[in-house]
Every structure is written in structure tokens, then in C-alpha cells.
């Protein structure tokens, strides 16, 4: 199921796509909604169906908390302690928002990863019940301004400006293989080398049991995962294309001139 947050002619609200359509719903992560409490339940449909083509999309979730894992790139990084950063809530833009890049702010490379988001906090699970605390998916971009990033050990620089941080274009509740799903980058059209997150250093579950041991998470927070592929530069006047396999493609404008 797919599930999104839109904006139309009455405002905006959470919706349920299905074909050319979106139906509304409530707040999933609400009270009473349908993360709230428990993983997989179902959606509480408020009507009306709308048409995709009068409805725009926006970041389908609002965390209170954005968190990314460091050291996670690559069988390597087993080798290094696993670890967090934090990025800011209010970096977080929608498909086909635009990034502005701040003058003088050097590379700012883009990185297309699995995003997890939660349905209640991981706090007390195993690894063989952690899952149950996902409400879903979707695609992030990690954009990281990497001139910053090696003169700030903790990467709020590199990674907190405003538009840093991508998602969307929807959360799919049901992706088969999360540890298996291939994440690949396009930049101005251009492919990338693709891989999978089976190449990760450490899978969803794992990653969900270390955060849940020191993090105060809960419903509608977001982990980004790591980088499995090629990351690469982003420039004004271009785009990146973010595309998680079994969810969609996410699309980033970059725009020059500093936040707007």
C-alpha cells in the first residue's frame, strides 16, 4: 500500500494512491491513527477520492526525529562501531522540492538510500520483533556538503541545511526483501552505479536494535539506512534521481542561492 501526503484544493492531508486516484485518510500518525499503537493496521479512510492530477505530493511524513546511519556503507565498515547522526526535522523537503545550495558551500554530493519509517519506538525489541515497529518505506536522499563534513566531526554542518534531506515520493507498507532491495542514483539523468542494501554493513533490523537502545523514537520518526551505491555531485541547474526498487523514484531539483 502506498501512502502519502498531499496537497489539494482543501488543504492538505494524508492519502491512500491507488491508480490515478488518492483517497483520504486520517493522520496515520496521530492519535488513533494508524501507526498509532501497532504496525499494520489499517488505514482509517476518510474519503474523498481525488484524482492524482489535482493533488500535489509532499513529503510523506513529518518526523520529529530524522536519524542516518554512519559506518554503514559497506561490508568494511563492520570492521567500525556502529554509528548515528542526527539531521534536522525541518530539512526535510518533498518530491520534486527543490534544494537550494548556499554560496560558497563547496561539493555537495547526493546519496540515495532505504529510509525506514516507524510505526512505534524499537526500544525493548530483538531482532526477530523489531520489524513490527515499522509502519513503512520510502526513498531518502542524504545530500552532504563534503568540504564541511571534514572540518565538523559530528556532520551537522555537512548534512543540516535546509532541503538536506529528501524523502518520498510516498511510504510503501509492504516492500518484500528490505535487506535485499537494490538503491541506485541518477544525476542530470545519468546513471550511477546501483546496488543493493544487502551490501550494507549492518540490515534494518540490526540497526533498528542499536538505536532503540539509546534513542527516544517513536511514531512517524525516520532512518536513513546508508548509502549502498555511487553517490556524486549535485549542481544548481541540475537533479537527482533517488530510486529505491519496489517503492519509486524520488526527484530533487537543486536551485543555487542559499535556502529560501
Not at 18 to 45: K, L, N, Q, S, Y
Not at 230 to 248: F, H, L, W
Amino acid at each position: 500500500m502506498r501512502i502519502a501526503r498531499i496537497a489539494h484544493a482543501g488543504g492538505t492531508a494524508h492519502a491512500v494512491l491507488d491508480g490515478d486516484t488518492a483517497e483520504v485518510i486520517a493522520d496515520p500518525f496521530g492519535a488513533g491513527g494508524a501507526a498509532h499503537g501497532a504496525a499494520g493496521r489499517a488505514p482509517v479512510r476518510l474519503g474523498p477520492r481525488l484524482p492524482l492530477a489535482e493533488v500535489r505530493l509532499l513529503a510523506p511524513v513529518q518526523p520529529r526525529t530524522v536519524v542516518g546511519m554512519a559506518h554503514n556503507t559497506g561490508p568494511a565498515d563492520r570492521e567500525l562501531p556502529p554509528q548515528a547522526f542526527l539531521k534536522p526535522a525541518r530539512s526535510v523537503i518533498g518530491p520534486d522540492e527543490p534544494v537550494y545550495l548556499p554560496d560558497g558551500i563547496g561539493r555537495v554530493d547526493a546519496e540515495a538510500e532505504l529510509a525506514v519509517v516507524l510505526a512505534a519506538s524499537p526500544a525493548g525489541h530483538t531482532p526477530d520483533t523489531v520489524l513490527r515497529t515499522v509502519f513503512g518505506w520510502t526513498v531518502a536522499n542524504d545530500l552532504t556538503a563534503r568540504d564541511l563534513q571534514r572540518n565538523d566531526p559530528l556532520w551537522t554542518s555537512a548534512k543540516g541545511h535546509p532541503g538536506f534531506t529528501p524523502l518520498g515520493p510516498w511510504i510503501e507498507t509492504g516492500l518484500p526483501a528490505p535487506d535485499d532491495t537494490e538503491v541506485a542514483l541518477a544525476l542530470d539523468g545519468v546513471p550511477l552505479r546501483p546496488a543493493s542494501t544487502r551490501e550494507l554493513a549492518r540490515g534494518v533490523a540490526e540497526i533498528l536494535c542499536c538505536l532503540g537502545g539509546f534513542l527516544p523514537l517513536g511514531p512517524g520518526d525516520v532512518i536513513l539506512t546508508g548509502a549502498p551505491g555511487e553517490y556524486g555531485p549535485v549542481r544548481p541547474g541540475g537533479r537527482a534521481d533517488a530510486t529505491v526498487a519496489g517503492i519509486g523514484t524520488l526527484t530533487t531539483p537543486v536551485h543555487a542561492g542559499g535556502p529560501r
